[in-house]
Nanobody, 126 residues
Framework: QVQLVESGGGLVQAGGSLRLSCTAS????????MGWFRQAAGKKREFVAC????????LYRDSVKARFTISRDNAKNTVYLEMNSLEPEDTAVYYC???????????????????WGQGTQVTVSS
């Protein structure tokens, strides 16, 4: 069983920045593609970004592509989501997820992910 623990959420004004972290209790971490998803109140969960096990390939939803950056440090078993120019529409609970197919490019489909964190709230005020 893989445990994922997110941190870094909070309240920020529009235009501000936050960095989310997610640490996994598993080795080798490189075996897992990692994704970030979010769910706003009353809405379905949606894909945000993902990164291949080696870190060489990333994928973003269009609305965050120019503002968010996903990265990982396999030595620390941690994946990050750097969020800049935040907008009120980014308000949601953010979840990290692990997909035990780190050898291939990551996919933007939540059903493909095997393990999930508990989520961290991000609130962007206007």
């Amino acid at each position: 069983q893989v445990q994922l623990v997110e941190s870094g959420g909070g309240l920020v004004q529009a235009g501000g920045s936050l960095r989310l972290s997610c640490t996994a209790s598993t080795d080798p971490f490189i075996s897992y593609a990692m994704g970030w998803f979010r769910q706003a109140a009353g809405k379905k969960r949606e894909f945000v970004a993902c990164i291949r096990g080696s870190g060489g390939t990333t994928l973003y939803r269009d609305s965050v592509k120019a503002r968010f950056t996903i990265s990982r440090d396999n030595a620390k078993n941690t994946v990050y989501l750097e969020m800049n120019s935040l907008e009120p529409e980014d308000t949601a609970v953010y979840y990290c997820a692990a997909d035990f197919t780190g050898w291939r490019p990551c996919v933007p489909v939540d059903d493909e992910y095997d393990y999930w964190g508990q989520g961290t709230q991000v609130t962007v005020s206007s």
